[in-house]
């Protein structure tokens, strides 16, 4: 089995970068779940994210 960890790194009360009305934050997030959620199709793959600042 192949593991994936993806850190997507921002999170919690500062939301680095803004601009245009989006945080760097928000758009880390969504991106790590997009990939997580296209690399956990293949078979044999295990993927998790480290959400440990977004609480």
Same mark, same amino acid.
Do not use: C, W
């Given at each position: 089995? /192949? !593991? %994936?960890? %993806?850190?997507? &790194? =921002? &999170?919690?009360?500062?939301?680095? $970068? /803004? $601009? ?8 880390? @997030?969504? %991106? +790590?779940?997009? %990939?997580? +959620?296209?690399? +956990?199709?293949?078979? &044999?793959?295990? /993927?998790? @994210? +480290?959400? !440990? =600042?977004? =609480?």
């Amino acid at each position: 089995m /192949v !593991k %994936i960890f %993806i850190d997507p &790194g =921002h &999170g919690g009360q500062d939301p680095r $970068a /803004v $601009a245009n009305g989006l945080k760097e934050k928000d758009l880390t @997030l969504a %991106i +790590s779940k997009k %990939i997580k +959620s296209l690399l +956990s199709a293949y078979k &044999g793959v295990s /993927v998790r @994210l +480290s959400l !440990k =600042h977004y =609480h």
